[in-house]
């Protein structure tokens, strides 16, 4: 993705006054958006928290819903995630390193604010972990 500044600062402010994917979560028993994994996020240095809701079918991402507050690069960075993990694979997603979120960004602002631009996708990957633990424990039980 090549973009001048002015439009990668155009491209950031925009998913940051106009969250992709951002809502309301409601609790895993609710059916009116059903959370098959909820997981919180943060950044105590700078303030920054996120909590992702994931639904899954077969695997596969189906639907993601966040809510947050924090820096612009955390937040637009998330949103940015959002967008990239819907319709991957738990594999996919776990695969993924740091550069996912660096392409789009750019380098410069993802090295200079390495926690903040990374939390969407760190926190989705604890979600998926976490997913993972509960349903491994879950076939021991059965």
Not at 44 to 69: R, Y
Not at 73 to 82: F, K, L, R, W
């Amino acid at each position: 993705m090549t973009k001048d500044k002015q439009e990668l600062m155009d491209f950031i402010l925009d998913h940051y006054e106009n969250p992709r994917n951002a809502g309301s979560l409601n609790d895993v028993s609710e059916d009116a958006h059903k959370c098959d994994i909820k997981q919180n996020g943060g950044n105590p240095g700078c303030g920054d928290i996120i909590t992702v809701c994931l639904q899954f079918q077969d695997g596969i991402i189906t639907d993601f819903k966040f809510e947050g507050e924090g820096c612009i690069v955390s937040q637009a960075g998330t949103s940015m995630i959002s967008e990239v993990v819907i319709g991957k694979s738990k594999e996919e997603v776990l695969s993924m390193g740091p550069e996912v979120i660096t392409d789009i960004i750019g380098e410069e602002l993802a090295l200079s604010r390495p926690k903040c631009s990374t939390l969407g996708i760190s926190t989705v990957k604890l979600a998926i972990r976490e997913l993972e633990r509960e349903e491994t424990k879950k076939l021991a039980l059965a």
